[in-house]
């Protein structure tokens, strides 16, 4: 569900639900504000000073990682696979239709290389 709100010089906007407490731009009058939470409401100009209800949470510092904890070991393939070896890429039902679209052009091209050929060489 959006809200719906007025922007700070009164146009009507609607924006995703999400985006309550962001901030924002009217795109007709370049005006910025903060989104509201509720629908009916009018946007608080970003210029003018945020209620608290508005404020985004105050950041909190994780505790710091033990020092003892070692990262694992990573192994690094020296040579490649060789390409017998490497699996098949799956092709999508869309780069299928392009190939088959694709080879079907060529054909009707040769073809029409052909009977352009033919009419010629008769003459």
Request: glycine letters at 4%; one cysteine or more.
């Amino acid at each position: 569900m959006g809200i719906r709100f007025l922007c700070p010089n009164g146009h009507k906007l609607n924006v995703k639900a999400f985006l309550a407490g962001k901030r924002g731009i009217c795109p007709d009058c370049d005006a910025k504000f903060i989104v509201p939470q509720h629908s009916d409401a009018l946007a608080v100009p970003i210029d003018a000073e945020v209620p608290a209800s508005v404020e985004p949470p105050p950041v909190v510092p994780s505790a710091p990682l033990p020092s003892t904890i070692e990262p694992p070991a990573i192994e690094i393939a020296t040579q490649p696979l060789s390409p017998k070896l490497r699996k098949p890429r799956p092709s999508s039902r869309r780069e299928r239709a392009r190939r088959v679209s694709v080879a079907l052009g060529a054909l009707v091209l040769l073809l029409a290389v052909a009977l352009v050929m033919v009419l010629w060489y008769q003459n």
